[in-house]
């Protein structure tokens, strides 16, 4: 158990370290404002700002985890995989980093859990097992944390789509045609949803039909009301039907099931809520009402 802590430790530390690539993404962004606002001397404020962390640290691990990257066996299956998990996690980094990030924080949990194990003065045996039980705590926890992500992004995928097909309906029925309504619904939302339609209406412009890109769309988010969303698009624009009632009544048809998921969730709460109750609140409860009760009854039997 003091070795999977340990390795915990050391897989925040890791990533206190690393980061996420998209504070990069950010900091770029603000340069470029501070560049269009404030000249040259906003520039040089914000590079003297800038912390010891962002300056050498964190450029010190992505060197590391770059040189690792190299070394990496590289079959296209395996990346294939891996640059579908992180799309859909929402992580903006190559597949070959990602495989190197993994690695050193797994190395660096095992590692710790061995330092651990000479600081306590264990046997050699039972430092190799501290070192095993790190590095198995590394991979679940990046593991779980990727899992977690796509989980999240999902959700939000699911939760914001009825709020943009209303947008893509309003527009659409204001004059629009569809590629222009999603380029305003894109330019004027943010969400995970939004940068996948942006990315949709990236590859139509570059010459993608819109069934590909769409199709495209639906393969990347992997939400099954995106895929009905798409496949309703797809075949209105196939059969010449009219978009923004299809999109109105796909609208309303989305929002009702969030209505129903969101109503199946909160009623599964009173069930989660026992198991906490029972094992914590009730037994704390006990020792408060019966405690001074039991302690009479003991002292009673004891002058007996």
Wanted: with cysteine; proline share 4%; hydrophobic share 45%.
């Amino acid at each position: 158990m003091q070795a999977i802590c340990s390795g915990v430790l050391a897989y925040l530390l890791v990533l206190l370290f690393f980061g996420r690539k998209e504070m990069k993404a950010e900091r770029l962004q603000k340069r470029m404002a501070a560049i269009n606002s404030g000249g040259s001397d906003s520039l040089n404020e914000e590079s003297t700002d800038v912390s010891f962390f962002d300056r050498i640290l964190k450029p010190f691990v992505n060197r590391i985890i770059v040189g690792i990257s190299k070394l990496i066996p590289k079959t296209p299956k395996n990346l294939q995989k891996i640059n579908a998990r992180l799309r859909l996690a929402g992580i903006h980094m190559k597949d070959s980093e990602y495989q190197a990030m993994v690695i050193l924080v797994t190395l660096s949990c095992g590692a710790l859990g061995g330092f651990y194990g000479l600081w306590m003065g264990q046997p050699p045996k039972q430092i190799i097992l501290f070192v095993l039980y790190g590095i198995l705590a590394g991979y679940i926890l990046n593991r779980f944390k990727l899992e977690s992500a796509i989980t999240r992004r999902k959700e939000a995928m699911a939760s914001q789509l009825p709020e943009l097909l209303d947008l893509l309906s309003v527009s659409m029925e204001a004059g629009l045609g569809f590629d222009q309504a999603v380029q305003y619904v894109t330019k004027n939302n943010e969400g995970p949803l939004a940068e996948e339609l942006a990315v949709a209406l990236r590859e139509m412009t570059l010459g993608k039909s819109r069934k590909d890109a769409l199709r495209s769309l639906a393969q990347r988010c992997e939400v099954e009301e995106v895929k009905t969303f798409v496949g309703v698009v797809v075949q209105a624009d196939e059969y010449g039907f009219s978009l923004k009632d299809i999109l109105r009544a796909q609208a309303d048809t989305v929002r009702m099931a969030h209505k129903q998921e969101v109503k199946e969730k909160s009623m599964k709460i009173p069930i989660k809520i026992l198991f906490p109750l029972v094992l914590f609140i009730f037994p704390a409860l006990f020792i408060v009402l019966l405690g001074p009760s039991v302690l009479s009854i003991m002292k009673m039997f004891t002058e007996i």
